[in-house]
């Protein structure tokens, strides 16, 4: 199984969906930096994913938050969570960051990790035949989660024989 750490956004949409059981599914294990646990537990986040993450199940790995490297340090858009994500998967040498945040996508993918956001393993798990693809974006789309039309009507519109 792929060695994959985990930013706060996948895991709280996940959460609130009712669909973050996938993860173990898709991955066996999902390594999270302290400062992610800090965020699904901070008294703003949703109450579900706050209730969620007060006692994490046994697939949820949390780790120390590890120095950011000074370039790391110096991406100003990035938040403490996805700092400590990135920093964490170069520690361990992660073989995928499951990440929202278009930003720490980007800086994540430029120091050559793969990485995929809430769509990603939602699609990932459609085509396991784990979902309903349209059902979990309906429910998807009545949390606060960012997205493109364009985009979920692609992943929605993919041929049956696309499928694994």
């Known amino acids: 199984m792929p060695v994959v750490v985990a930013d706060t956004g996948p895991l709280n949409y996940l959460v609130q969906i009712n669909a973050v059981e996938l993860l173990p599914t898709l991955f066996d294990n999902v390594i999270v930096p302290a400062a992610v646990r800090d965020e699904l537990t901070h008294p703003r986040a949703p109450s579900a994913v706050r ?56 800086f994540a993918r430029s120091q050559g990790f793969l990485v995929t ?20 974006f309906t429910r998807l789309k009545a949390t606060t989660f960012h997205y493109r039309q364009g985009l979920l009507d692609a992943l929605l519109a993919r041929r049956p024989e696309d499928k694994e």
Do not use: C, H, K, Y
């Open 51 to 106: 209730s969620w993450a007060a006692s994490f199940p046994n697939w949820i790995d949390i780790r120390a938050n590890p120095n950011a490297s000074s370039e790391l340090a110096e991406v100003a858009s990035l938040e403490q969570g996805e700092r400590a994500t990135i920093a964490l998967a170069g520690e361990i040498d992660a073989d995928l960051i499951l990440m929202d945040d278009r930003d720490g996508v980007a």
């Open 117 to 136: 956001g809430t769509l990603g393993v939602l699609d990932l798990a459609a085509r396991r035949g784990l979902i309903d693809l349209a059902e979990a």
